[in-house]
Every structure is written in structure tokens, then in C-alpha cells.
């Protein structure tokens, strides 16, 4: 996971025939009804950290995401993030004697460029005004995805590590029939049976105020586990590279149970806002480092006509589409 749970690589309410509603700032035009968008727009029907969090942060964006499919910019950050992960993930193909940071360093230009196959896109990351390759900033760029990876060193010793799963895809429905998916960047399984899960970031540890997004995740993927094996994982590991930081939590059954109240009622939310094509923005400073300002409401913008059909229940109103405390 890392940089993303969902891996590869992201309002006005309305009437029918596109007529604008007064709903606000949420307020946005609507497909007529059993009509669908070119592409073929469905609704969501699971639930993962990143798509949980964006939700949190900004229903509009979730819409954006799931629904709309909008595309975004790849960012240097995100796909440095993605060439350390396969660092990381691909040191342990080789005997543990040979999991040396000089290996590990050299494996990052050939992960870069197995990537840019798959994603020649990526190239313009690294081109220059006119449109040429800047191979100075692509060095560089390079030469800090190397310094992230040789930090995991101090952090964790490879030579004493046999992950028992990398980049494992875990999923489960619950009991209300939520699924829940997500990918779990390392999972270790000690002789005494105990289950760490681990997962790389490239960033810096946030301050204690700003931890439990985090731990968010790392819950959700606890919760996964848990309703899969019927234990609960002892140990939930964060490995921040941009900092030097471990940061470790170790959860219990209530935590567990409080995070699946939690995802339920903002599956809940997401259901009603699906239904009622209530996307509300909710402005944070994060909004600066979005890619959707041209069709955000907040910045003057128009969303895109809604893809998918409303069907406003009785007693729906107010609160469609927002994300509060749970």
C-alpha cells in the first residue's frame, strides 16, 4: 500500500434532463433518469483505505474517483512511492544474504523502468520546457528514491525477515454485506503463530495530531484479517522511509469492531449520496493539491453531468453526501 491501497496507480444536485437544482453547493446536473454516461459509470460496491479516506476528506472527491473517473496527473511523489514499494517488495526474491542497501539501491533504475513500460506516460514527469527529456531531473528524482530505500536499512534488517505475504490483496464481506479490499504491503507471521502487518510509506510520520489517518488504514486492513482468520493481528507496523520512523499499534477486538461500525455507517453515507447524487465539496487546505479544481464547485467549477440514475427517498435531505464524525 504506501502510496495507494488501490493498486495500478482516483456538485450541485440536479434535476432530470440536466436542469440545475437549488441544492447548493453540492448542486449538479443529472443524466436523465436510465440513461448512463459514455463509459458506463456504476455505482461503488466496495469499500478500501484510500477510497474510504477520500470520502472522509471530501465526498465530492470520492465522486470524482469511484464514479466519475476523472483522470488525474501523476506526481513525482506518488510514483517515487510506487518504485521504493517495488524495491522493497522484490529484495526478498533473493537469499537473505544478498538483501544489502547497495543491491537494493541498484534495483531502483530498473524498477523505474519497468514502470515507465507499463506507463510511458510517466515520462513527462521529466521533460524539460520544450517538451525534451530533463535527465538531470530524472537523476535526481532517482538518486532520492535510492536514499529512501537505503534508509529502510536503519530501520529493519532484511537478512532476519521471511514475509510470510508482499503485497497481498486481502478482501472480505461483512455480516451487512459490505465488502471491504485493499492491498497489504508486507505481512509477517512469527514461529508463535502472531500476524505483524506492514506497510511502507514514503513520506514523513505525521505529528501525533495527525496519526490516526494512518492507523486508519492500517486498522481496516487489521479488520480484513480479522474477519478472514478469526484473529485478530497482533502487531500493525508503519514504516515512515522519508523520516526514519517506526510507528507501531498493536489492536484489539474493540478496536476492530469500533472501526467496522465506523466503516458501516460511512458505506451508509456513501449509499445515500450514490442514491441521491448528493456530492458535497468539503473545503480543507488539501483542496490546493487537487487535480479536480476545474469541476469543483468551491473553484467556480461545473461536475460533470451525473452518470447515474437519482432516486431521492422520503426524508432524504440536508445532510446527503457529507462526511462528519462517526
Given at each position: 500500500?504506501?502510496?495507494?491501497?488501490?493498486?495500478?496507480?482516483?456538485?450541485?444536485?440536479?434535476?432530470?434532463g440536466?436542469?440545475p437544482?437549488?441544492?447548493?453547493?453540492?448542486?449538479q446536473?443529472?443524466?436523465?433518469e436510465?440513461?448512463r454516461a459514455?463509459?458506463?459509470?456504476?455505482?461503488?460496491?466496495?469499500?478500501?483505505?484510500?477510497?474510504?479516506s477520500?470520502f472522509?476528506?471530501?465526498?465530492l472527491?470520492y465522486?470524482?474517483?469511484v464514479?466519475?473517473k476523472?483522470?488525474?496527473k501523476?506526481?513525482?511523489?506518488?510514483?517515487?512511492?510506487t518504485?521504493?514499494h517495488?524495491?522493497?517488495?522484490?529484495?526478498?526474491d533473493?537469499?537473505?544474504?544478498?538483501r544489502t542497501?547497495?543491491?537494493a539501491?541498484?534495483?531502483?533504475?530498473?524498477?523505474?523502468?519497468?514502470l515507465?513500460?507499463?506507463?510511458?506516460?510517466?515520462?513527462?514527469?521529466?521533460?524539460d520546457g520544450a517538451g525534451?527529456?530533463d535527465?538531470e531531473?530524472?537523476?535526481v528524482?532517482?538518486?532520492?528514491?535510492?536514499?529512501?530505500?537505503e534508509?529502510?536499512?536503519?530501520?529493519e534488517d532484511?537478512t532476519?525477515?521471511?514475509?510470510a505475504?508482499?503485497?497481498?490483496?486481502?478482501?472480505?464481506?461483512?455480516?451487512?454485506?459490505?465488502?471491504?479490499r485493499?492491498?497489504?504491503?508486507?505481512?509477517?507471521?512469527?514461529?508463535?503463530?502472531?500476524?505483524?502487518?506492514?506497510?511502507?510509506?514514503?513520506g514523513?510520520a505525521?505529528?501525533?495530531q495527525?496519526?490516526?489517518?494512518?492507523?486508519f488504514?492500517?486498522?481496516?486492513?487489521?479488520?480484513?484479517?480479522?474477519r478472514?482468520?478469526?484473529?485478530?493481528?497482533?502487531r500493525?507496523?508503519?514504516?515512515?522511509?522519508?523520516?526514519?520512523?517506526l510507528?507501531t499499534?498493536?489492536?484489539?477486538?474493540?478496536?476492530?469492531r469500533g472501526?467496522?461500525?465506523?466503516?458501516?455507517?460511512?458505506?451508509?453515507?456513501?449509499?445515500?449520496?450514490?442514491?441521491?447524487?448528493?456530492?458535497?465539496?468539503?473545503p480543507?487546505?488539501?483542496c490546493?493539491?487537487c487535480?479536480h479544481?476545474?469541476h469543483?464547485?468551491?473553484?467556480?467549477?461545473?461536475?460533470?453531468?451525473y452518470?447515474?440514475a437519482?432516486?431521492p427517498?422520503?426524508g432524504?435531505?440536508?445532510?446527503q453526501?457529507r462526511?462528519?464524525?462517526?
Amino acid at each position: 500500500m504506501g502510496t495507494s491501497t488501490e493498486r495500478a496507480g482516483a456538485a450541485t444536485q440536479g434535476g432530470q434532463g440536466g436542469q440545475p437544482a437549488t441544492g447548493g453547493p453540492g448542486a449538479q446536473r443529472m443524466a436523465p433518469e436510465g440513461e448512463r454516461a459514455a463509459g458506463g459509470a456504476q455505482p461503488p460496491v466496495a469499500l478500501s483505505p484510500s477510497r474510504a479516506s477520500d470520502f472522509m476528506q471530501c465526498p465530492l472527491l470520492y465522486r470524482f474517483r469511484v464514479i466519475d473517473k476523472l483522470p488525474e496527473k501523476p506526481s513525482a511523489a506518488a510514483t517515487r512511492g510506487t518504485v521504493v514499494h517495488a524495491v522493497l517488495e522484490r529484495l526478498f526474491d533473493a537469499p537473505a544474504a544478498e538483501r544489502t542497501a547497495p543491491g537494493a539501491r541498484a534495483m531502483v533504475p530498473g524498477e523505474w523502468e519497468k514502470l515507465l513500460a507499463k506507463r510511458p506516460e510517466l515520462a513527462e514527469l521529466f521533460t524539460d520546457g520544450a517538451g525534451g527529456a530533463d535527465g538531470e531531473r530524472l537523476a535526481v528524482w532517482l538518486a532520492e528514491a535510492e536514499a529512501l530505500v537505503e534508509r529502510w536499512f536503519s530501520l529493519e534488517d532484511p537478512t532476519r525477515l521471511e514475509p510470510a505475504e508482499r503485497e497481498l490483496y486481502v478482501e472480505t464481506v461483512l455480516e451487512s454485506g459490505l465488502q471491504l479490499r485493499g492491498f497489504v504491503d508486507r505481512v509477517d507471521i512469527a514461529p508463535t503463530g502472531e500476524v505483524r502487518i506492514v506497510d511502507y510509506k514514503t513520506g514523513k510520520a505525521p505529528r501525533p495530531q495527525f496519526a490516526e489517518g494512518a492507523l486508519f488504514q492500517m486498522k481496516f486492513y487489521a479488520l480484513v484479517m480479522w474477519r478472514r482468520s478469526g484473529t485478530v493481528p497482533r502487531r500493525l507496523q508503519l514504516v515512515y522511509l522519508g523520516s526514519g520512523d517506526l510507528v507501531t499499534y498493536d489492536p484489539t477486538e474493540a478496536d476492530l469492531r469500533g472501526v467496522e461500525r465506523k466503516l458501516l455507517a460511512l458505506w451508509e453515507a456513501i449509499q445515500l449520496a450514490t442514491r441521491t447524487g448528493d456530492w458535497r465539496p468539503r473545503p480543507t487546505k488539501l483542496c490546493g493539491w487537487c487535480d479536480h479544481q476545474a469541476h469543483c464547485p468551491e473553484f467556480g467549477g461545473t461536475p460533470p453531468v451525473y452518470p447515474l440514475a437519482v432516486r431521492p427517498a422520503a426524508g432524504e435531505g440536508g445532510e446527503q453526501g457529507r462526511m462528519g464524525t462517526i
